[in-house]
């Protein structure tokens, strides 16, 4: 890459403190929720009567409940206010929630520890839409995806040492609560330093007025929202993921002590690995992604999710540890590397889900009311984590054992994840063209910046491949209209796919002159919607591996709507098993091998008015050269 990668902004001043800041809250919400529920899982009869089941289940729900009653307001605080500012007066708030927190532990109090976890409960829910605004506002639209990515990562290495130094101290004899209440105290401290040099971020709508009413507001936000078909369903994934991972993670105690057979290192060692994993996924999504918000990676995370939630519940049926044991101990038992490893791709899948998920709302949704999206997004978190933690409660109650709620989650994620491509088939469709130019293609893009992130233009294109749509889809930032010939919408696989991504099925004139008048009406309403479109002007596949001569329907199309004109060459997909040639199919397939090569050049745009179709034919051809 001729760019610097995702960890250059750890230097940077604009997205280091900001890091640390998040970083070090993620910290020390755990460290404290942690300690809190290993104490009451591995020692609850010194503090209540309530069985460990119900209150490690119950900590979680009360963490997030606040997200559904200040989340509105939050959103509107943080469009309405500098952001640097409002992180350090959160950052002041947290420091006053460690100071309860302390008295509760020193005293053995455990309703103040109860408070506490709400009042961090309002410190997140307030910090939440600062944390996924500020990011469009300081990076750049290619670093989002690979900023989003460190963010997360950091967030859960942050969460992972704060579990590990949390269940760690709270079980130290015989100071641990007290090293408990010091180590979240200073964690708050170091948070308000980082936050003091996070540069000054405009808020982007000062003069918004403040609805205090927080049920109004929360349904004015999601509606909002509602209206912008693929970033509410982005959120509703989102949610599901929080779900999910609330689901997951509440079990980890019981299970580690009741199934595991193991001490709180066990619980410390599925925390460990279940952080390492997801963190390990949101980095990979830069380079998977190419450095673009790719949301093929999200049915592929999805996919991982289901599978191996699935064989986790089969490898705890088969584990067969008993007596209690430390991690060491366990290592050596037979079964144990299988659970870990299933624990670590639940992870990094969950990256791959997460990560681009986060960047597609930031990118589509209204710059002006991005706080407010997100505080939407976090209501609706909040209702899906509550949702987790009550379903847990009832199904542990009706007696089924925590394994077997890891296989209904598992299945649950695979019947949501059907539903939620199902309605934005652009989900599939990336997922089909990243899994194309990931396993039997490598793809190099060339000028790909060229094809602009927003507004409408014709794309142009040589034509010689079954699969040239999808190769030239999954190098698109956005969504592509096609115009493909009517008869490959027939083909069983291809045609399912092609009407899956709307595109326009277009006839020669002498074959079906109806079709032909409605596609170019298709393709004008299309760019007056502000879409992409490609065509391939010269009508048919390549039968010799040369470019056919361009026909004259993009004047047409240009002359209704006047935008500007992409002309982009492919190389090396002449020869391939979907391309049209006197070859033996066999032959094709053995000739270019499993892994070939291919390139996608992108011309400078063409203004409407010098739109020719010998004069973008003559660029086409420039821009391939001699590799067909």
């Given at each position: 890459m001729s760019q610097a990668n995702q960890f250059s902004l750890l230097s940077q001043r604009r997205f280091a403190p900001f890091f640390w800041t998040q970083f070090l809250g993620a910290f020390n919400d755990n460290l404290f929720k942690t300690a809190l529920m290993v104490i009451l899982a591995f020692d609850a009869l010194s503090w209540t009567t309530l069985s460990a089941s119900l209150v490690t289940n119950l900590i979680p729900g009360l963490f997030i409940l606040p997200y559904v009653v200040f989340s509105a307001t939050?959103?509107?605080?943080?469009?309405?206010?500098?952001?640097?500012?409002?992180?350090?007066?959160?950052?002041?708030?947290?420091?006053?929630?460690?100071?309860?927190a302390a008295i509760g532990w020193m005293s053995h109090t455990l309703w103040l520890l109860i408070a506490a976890v709400v009042g961090m409960g309002v410190h997140s829910t307030l910090f939440g839409p600062v944390k996924y605004a500020y990011l469009p506002q300081q990076l750049k639209p290619e670093e989002l995806i690979g900023g989003n990515g460190v963010i997360e990562m950091g967030t859960f290495v942050g969460i992972l040492l704060g579990e590990i130094l949390g269940a760690v101290l709270v079980v130290h004899k015989p100071y641990g609560v007290e090293l408990v209440a010091i180590g979240t105290i200073v964690s708050a401290v170091l948070g308000l330093v980082a936050a003091y040099r996070i540069p000054t971020t405009p808020a982007p709508e000062p003069g918004l007025k403040i609805n205090w009413n927080p049920l109004s507001e929360s349904i004015r936000n999601i509606g909002f929202s509602s209206k912008n078909r693929v970033v509410f369903l982005s959120i509703l994934g989102n949610s599901w993921f929080w779900f999910y991972g609330a689901l997951i993670l509440a079990q980890f105690p019981l299970y580690a002590k009741d199934y595991l057979h193991g001490d709180h290192s066990v619980f410390v060692m599925l925390l460990t690995v279940f952080s390492l994993g997801v963190g390990s996924g949101s980095l990979l999504c830069e380079r998977l992604s190419g450095r673009k918000v790719e949301i093929g990676l999200v049915p592929f995370g999805s996919i991982g999710l289901s599978l191996f939630g699935i064989d986790l519940y089969f490898a705890s049926l088969a584990h067969s540890g008993s007596g209690s044991m430390d991690a060491l101990a366990l290592l050596a038992q037979h079964g144990t590397i299988r659970i870990l490893f299933d624990v670590l791709m639940i992870g990094m899948f969950g990256g791959f889900f997460i990560v681009p998920l986060f960047a597609l709302i930031q990118t589509r949704c209204d710059p002006k009311h991005i706080s407010r999206t997100i505080a939407g997004m976090n209501i609706l978190n909040a209702l899906f984590m509550v949702a987790a933690a009550g379903l847990a409660i009832v199904l542990l109650g009706q007696g089924f054992s925590i394994p077997q709620l890891f296989l209904i989650t598992a299945i649950l994620n695979a019947v949501v994840a059907v539903y939620i491509f199902s309605l934005v088939p652009e989900f599939l469709m990336r997922f089909l063209a990243w899994m194309l130019i990931h396993t039997v293609h490598r793809v190099k893009c060339i000028d790909a910046e060229r094809i602009p992130d927003q507004g409408a233009a014709v794309l142009v294109c040589n034509h010689v491949s079954y699969v040239d749509a999808i190769v030239i889809g999954a190098a698109s930032p956005r969504p592509i209209r096609f115009v493909m010939d009517h008869r490959i919408f027939k083909l069983p696989l291809l045609g399912w796919i092609f009407r899956t991504a709307r595109a326009i099925p277009i006839a020669p004139a002498k074959e079906d002159p109806?079709?032909?008048?409605?596609?170019?009406?298709?393709?004008?309403?299309?760019?007056?919607?502000?879409?992409?479109?490609?065509?391939?002007p010269e009508g048919k596949l390549t039968s010799t591996g040369e470019i056919n001569e361009f026909r004259g329907g993009i004047a047409k199309i240009v002359a209704r709507t006047p935008v500007p004109v992409i002309p982009m060459a492919l190389r090396g997909l002449w020869g391939h098993l979907l391309s049209r040639g006197a070859e033996n199919v066999f032959e094709r397939t053995f000739r270019t091998g499993w892994r070939s090569r291919l390139a996608l050049a992108v011309g400078h745009p063409v203004a409407p008015h010098e739109v020719t179709p010998e004069g973008l034919q003559q660029q086409v051809q420039e821009l391939r050269g001699a590799w067909k």
């Open positions: 939050a959103g509107q605080f943080a469009d309405k206010f500098e952001k640097a500012g409002l992180a350090r007066f959160v950052k002041w708030l947290e420091l006053a929630i460690m100071g309860v109806w079709l032909m008048e409605k596609a170019y009406v298709d393709i004008a309403q299309a760019l007056a919607e502000g879409d992409l479109v490609c065509i391939f």
